[in-house]
């Protein structure tokens, strides 16, 4: 059959056809028709079945005539039935259409029960660069679906010169529904945090949900105000949610202030709050943190995720027992408490190891050194410079399995970091590898052997 002849049949079943092959009729004269059959899925888009409407709605998108789409999609955005509106949606993307009327259905979509017609709704606002029904699309900030939501925070971000949104946004971080006050609160301009100070402040001391007091200690933290601060410390000595308590003591940490102790040592022992309570304690310093952290150090009922924070700080403090407290911890079953550890020694590494505790970090890290692939760089940290760790490393760079591991050897071999007697003797190791099928062991052993060469006098 040609394109004519089926073209002309679709016609026919338009007139004649059942509801289902009028509907198929609409669709395939869309596919295959010409602008002069516009009409015709005009006439079909005012059809009694919702089944026909829907045809018409995708035939209008694809037969592309622009002045036939715009006349009838944005009404049919407006249909009763769920599945026309959204074929109406979907075929006024496609089309492109920038008109009045398809902008305020747009608008009107934005409230749909329908989340895949909020969806459509968000993308063509976001096409057209328009926010449409600015209360509705402020609301969308707290919908429960993630493809909603997210769009709906683009087309904010993208009209938030717009002064109806801008508006809109101050309101809606003010008394909106607690899911859309969160990301308005983030979303909001610093400009307008400073007005809203006695109301955040109120809110930071109870009545919302956790997620919206996270959001305002989040925002009252970066207030350079000592109302701001002390709102901040009054709310945490009050606290009973781990969950605002972690969001307020992370905030806080960066402050080193000594207000910080009471609450920390009081959350320090919270499964979900310690870890947060660990980081502050570092940054308040002195022997009462360090007694703090210590105690939680060599206590086996230290959840993991805070027996990590607690090495971690541990280390950041640089006491004098930080690396026989740390280095057991290489050994725990948990992979976070091993990165804390490991962190822990990071920090010592930066002001150097004692000299009676160079080969006990040497010992200890060497063989663990491939423990985990993503802390490798911490690890080569921490050993740079470690002659001590050289005669493992040799060893090492052989026995590995681990490409990473052997040119993270081979680095640490390189003599412009760290010499033993052995050192000049490491030229045939540095050349076994040149030809090692991983290109950065090959690079490893290239800079060893220039490194040498640049060190061995002439």
């Not at 198929?24 to 059959?37: R, V």
């Not at 899925?41 to 035939?59: C, H, I, K, N, Q």
């Not at 006349?71 to 920038?98: C, E, F, N, T, Y």
């Not at 529904?177 to 983030?186: M, N, S």
């Amino acid at each position: 059959m040609t394109t004519d002849h089926q073209v002309a049949f679709f016609l026919k079943e338009l007139e004649t056809g059942d509801t289902w092959r009028r509907a198929a009729a609409a669709k395939g004269l869309g596919k295959l028709g010409d602008i002069e059959h516009a009409a015709v899925l005009t006439r079909a888009a005012a059809d009694p079945a919702p089944e026909v409407r829907e045809g018409a709605a995708v035939g209008l998108g694809r037969l592309g005539v622009h002045a036939a789409g715009a006349k009838v999609l944005p009404a049919l955005m407006d249909d009763d039935d769920p599945w026309v509106r959204r074929q109406a949606s979907l075929a006024s993307l496609r089309l492109g259409l920038r008109d009045r009327e398809v902008v305020d259905a747009y608008g009107r979509l934005l409230s749909d029960p329908d989340h895949h017609l909020r969806i459509n709704a968000l993308d063509g606002l976001w096409e057209l660069g328009v926010p449409g029904d600015v209360p509705a699309l402020l609301r969308l900030l707290g919908d429960p679906h993630p493809d909603v939501w997210g769009r709906a925070r683009a087309v904010v971000s993208l009209c938030k010169a717009d002064p109806d949104v801008e508006a809109e946004l101050v309101r809606t971080a003010r008394w909106g529904a607690d899911a859309a006050r969160v990301p308005a609160l983030w979303m909001l301009p610093d400009r307008h945090i400073d007005p809203l100070l006695p109301s955040l402040v109120r809110d930071l001391a109870g009545g919302p949900s956790s997620e919206v007091r996270c959001a305002v200690a989040f925002r009252l933290a970066h207030v350079d105000r000592p109302q701001a601060r002390d709102a901040l410390f009054t709310a945490l000595a009050a606290e009973r949610d781990p969950r605002v308590a972690t969001e307020l003591l992370s905030q806080l940490a960066r402050s080193g202030d000594d207000r910080l102790l009471e609450p920390a040592s009081r959350w320090l022992g919270d499964e979900r709050a310690g870890p947060s309570a660990a980081a502050a304690l570092a940054s308040v310093g002195g022997k009462a943190a360090a007694r703090l952290l210590r105690a939680r150090l060599t206590d086996p009922a230290t959840p993991a995720p805070t027996l990590a924070a607690a090495a971690t700080a541990y280390g950041d403090l640089g006491r004098w027992d930080a690396v026989w407290l740390l280095l057991p911890l290489l050994d725990h079953a948990a992979p976070e408490v091993y990165e804390g550890a490991l962190r822990g020694l990071d920090a010592l590494a930066d002001t150097g190891f004692r000299p009676w505790e160079r080969a006990a970090v040497a010992r200890a890290l060497v063989p663990r050194l491939g423990a985990h692939s993503n802390l490798v760089g911490v690890a080569e940290r921490v050993l740079t410079g470690l002659a001590e760790a050289l005669p493992g490393l040799r060893q090492l760079v052989d026995d590995t399995p681990s490409p990473l591991v052997r040119a993270t050897a081979l680095s640490l071999l390189d003599p412009h970091l760290a010499t033993d007697a052995d050192t000049p003797h490491d030229l045939p190791l540095f050349a076994r590898h040149l030809d090692d099928a991983d290109a950065s062991v090959r690079q490893a052993a290239a800079r060893g052997i220039a490194n040498r060469t640049d060190s061995t006098p002439s």
